[in-house]
């Protein structure tokens, strides 16, 4: 098939074209994102491949429509960025990647906590200065402590199994419950149960409308004071407004997030020569007890691997008319 790969990132294209050795697609790569102004490149192309953050509405929809693309691979798991409902309505076919390495994200969450934690991104900095002290960087030990698991599919069950691990007590919140998570030790609660006893809070459930500001002025008033908030999610989970003024009354201690909800217009960017424009992000990186990384939560080798093949798969399969079993309906 004809594809055009946008967002293109180097790491995009080596796996992709690794794994197209054994899909021979024509793929013609766009390092710009899908936009309203970029939907014209479609023309000639049978399929799109986006990420996280080419936002697709109704209108880019109906245009790729007239431009004749028949299907839109998302080489990603969540799709709250797209109007499934408007693709569907134009005959347009959309897959994703609903499982790639669900261990990549969950281990990235746990870095957050534990740099959070232990501060060794500070003590890194200090000792390259020649600065040996220790003042400012107690932690605390994990064991023993309260984790509420926000979300219990495939990202929150490794991550359940990790905190497990630490010897952590694992309260979960989620409209499905897991019996091989109940099964481990991990005991379901209410979500306001979650939020008054938990010492770490990590999200991992899909921005929907139910969810979206889920973490809200309200919602931290439930917390106990000092808590940390994990978000390897999506950003709109989160209020901005309300988790930094939760900061600035040092009604939570820590805040790791590898997801923002303004993102779309900074990550995968370098922009350390311009002027930033968002001051919401810039007050987040001015807290010494924010931690934000740039949506790598899934950037492992194994993740790539995975999600340039199943990504290919599903393309081939479209061709060859096999039932799609990554189809978003
Ligand atoms: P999944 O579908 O396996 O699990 C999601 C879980 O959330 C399900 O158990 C579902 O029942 C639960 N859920 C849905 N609505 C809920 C609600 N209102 N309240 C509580 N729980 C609810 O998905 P997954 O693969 O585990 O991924 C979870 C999310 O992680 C994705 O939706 C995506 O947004 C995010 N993600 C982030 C990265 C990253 O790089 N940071 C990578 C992959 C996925």
Request: charged content about 25%; hydrophobic content about 40%.
């Amino acid at each position: 098939m004809k594809v055009a790969v946008f967002s293109t990132k180097s790491y995009d294209r080596e796996y992709l074209e690794k794994s197209n050795a054994d899909f021979g697609h024509k793929i013609h790569y766009f390092e710009t994102p899908l936009s309203p102004t970029t939907t014209d490149l479609t023309v000639g192309f049978d399929a799109v491949c986006v990420f996280v953050n080419d936002k697709i509405d109704r209108g880019m929809i109906e245009k790729l429509s007239k431009n004749n693309v028949k299907i839109i691979a998302l080489r990603c798991a969540g799709y709250n960025n797209l109007d499934v409902k408007a693709a569907h309505e134009n005959n347009i076919k959309v897959v994703r990647v609903p499982s790639y390495s669900p261990e990549a994200v969950a281990e990235h969450a746990v870095a957050l906590i534990l740099t959070l934690n232990r501060k060794t991104h500070k003590a890194y900095n200090r000792v390259r200065e020649g600065n040996f002290s220790l003042e400012n960087l107690i932690g605390f030990n994990l064991n023993k402590r309260t984790v509420g698991v926000i979300g219990t599919g495939i990202i929150g069950i490794a991550f359940c199994k990790i905190m497990l691990g630490f010897g952590c007590q694992v309260i979960a919140y989620d409209i499905h419950e897991s019996e091989k998570l109940k099964e481990l030790g991990v005991q379901y609660k209410s979500l306001d149960e979650l939020f008054s006893a938990a010492d770490i809070i990590s999200l991992h459930c899909p921005l929907t409308p139910e969810t979206h500001h889920l973490i809200n002025k309200k919602a931290f008033s439930s917390m106990k004071k000092g808590v940390m908030i994990i978000n390897t999610g999506r950003g709109g989970l989160i209020n901005t407004d309300d988790v930094i003024q939760a900061l600035k009354h040092k009604k939570i201690d820590y805040l790791g997030i590898d997801v923002y909800e303004q993102e779309a217009d900074l990550f995968f960017n370098d922009l350390s020569e311009s002027v930033i424009q968002d001051d919401l992000i810039l007050r987040l990186i001015s807290f010494p007890n924010v931690l934000i990384t740039s949506h790598q939560a899934f950037l492992t080798k194994e993740a790539l691997t995975q999600i340039a093949s199943t990504t290919l798969q599903n393309l081939s399969d479209f061709e060859n008319e096999i039932l799609l079993v990554n189809e978003l309906k």
